[in-house]
């Protein structure tokens, strides 16, 4: 009897310090997308707008800007925040445009195995040689905030596409 | 110095980045996208996935329309069933149904021909077959194109008598999106496919393209058979057999055709036999020499043969070669 509650408990903590922490998060993100548009303001001129994407007419060829924001919810410090973001079926990164403040940011050409900075990723072209991979080529961009993300504290990190 | 390299090489990688796109994401697509956070507090290392934003691909609504004779169609005085031949594609990202129409009657030219209507290529040989290809009849057989698809569309006229060599008759095909036309830009809002916006491409949704011809009472026939045998005394066109080529060129009407050059293509999974190629009965090197014709040489692929300056009414030349099926 005591052997077989012993063995329950165990399995029960195990289970608590794997399983991931979804929905309780302490660092939340948010991803947002959106288009710019021409729209014409009160005094009658021509200016850029973002819309969001969702909201928005879509077309091939669009190109569409994608911002992740995160806030750290805790008490605590969040160390080693590293956000990933798969470029979206049916589009194609559009190079340079990966952006956010005290990111480290490295991509990725095999589906997120692997992640290299632009000038050390290479795809293997239509013949079999290895060539420098082009944005196009991306699968996943990856941020890794070099600095702690203190309590109450936001940053955000981006990337552009096109759609195909 | 080093700057500009750099510059150059950026301004490179952007133009390659947005260069126009074969065929587009396709209407009423659904693309997701969402972000993970990896994070370490305290001891623990967490994981937290974003929300999932979404977003939907409208129908872009544009289309391309060629003339496919690209210069003037050499008809006679009274000819029937004169052909101009068109093709549209689809160059948007949805299945899109166009109405057509045609206009003879332009007055632009030095006459105007008798349209006899707009037809498919029914059976699909990309040549105009009277009584076989069926007509265009607006609101019961509109073109139904998916993206990226392209149909043939022969522009079908007769011709008056009374005209004489040189002149010009034009005529005009305009084809319009179902769904609407407009200026660049301008959506019909839910009447895309799958319920999308309907947006219009550069073409407006909407083209027209004059297509011309030319009288010319100088006219060229050509005529081509072909005999299989193989190699067990029979015809069947097994690995091995033989196909002999006969084509028959006659020029009729009145005058002289010019620096006429006959080009046929080897047809593929064949190879030509040496030594075949004749023109009536002379015996023509496979090499650009001295000799009317050759093979592969002045038309990679093809046996060319000039006939030169040939007046109409002279007897008809043959030009004969066999090849073998690989």
Redesign the interface.
Known sequence: MKRIFYTITVVFLMTA?TA???GA?????????EVEREVVNDKGEKEKQRVR??E??????DE?I?T?S?IND?T?A?????????V?????Y???SAEGKDAKIDFSVDGGKSYGTPADLKVKDEEGNLRRA???DYTHIRWIIEKP?MPGSKGTVGFRV??? | MKAKVSLLA?LC??A???E??AL??IAG?S????????????A???????????????E?IDMTVTWQDASGVGVRPGDVDSVLTFSLSNTG?GSEKFNLSANSTLGTGDFDPTLTGIFFDTNSNGIYDSGTDNPYIAGTNDPVLSADASVILFLVNSIPSGLTDGDLGNSEISISSATGSGAAGD?FAGLGDSGT?A?I?SSGGALSLTGAYIVSSIALDLVKSYLVSDQFGGSQPVSGATISYIITATVTGVGTATDLVITDPIPSDTTYKDGTLKLDAAVLSKAADGDAGDVGITTAGAVTVTLGNVAAGSAAQTITFDVTIN
Do not use: C, R, W
């Open positions: 310090m991931p922490v979804y998060g302490k660092v939340k993100v948010t991803t947002l997308a994407a969702a928005a007419k879509i077309m091939p060829g569409v994608f992740n995160f805790e605590e969040a160390e080693n925040v590293v956000l990933t973001n798969a979206p079926e049916h589009m194609l559009i190079d340079f082009k944005g196009a993300v096109q759609l195909k | 950026l990688l952007l390659f980045s947005s126009a796109m587009g994401t697509t693309i997701s996208n969402m972000a993970t956070a990896t994070y370490t507090l305290g623990g290392t967490l994981t937290q996935d974003s929300n999932i934003e979404v977003l939907t691909v409208d872009l990202n959506a916006n947006i491409g």
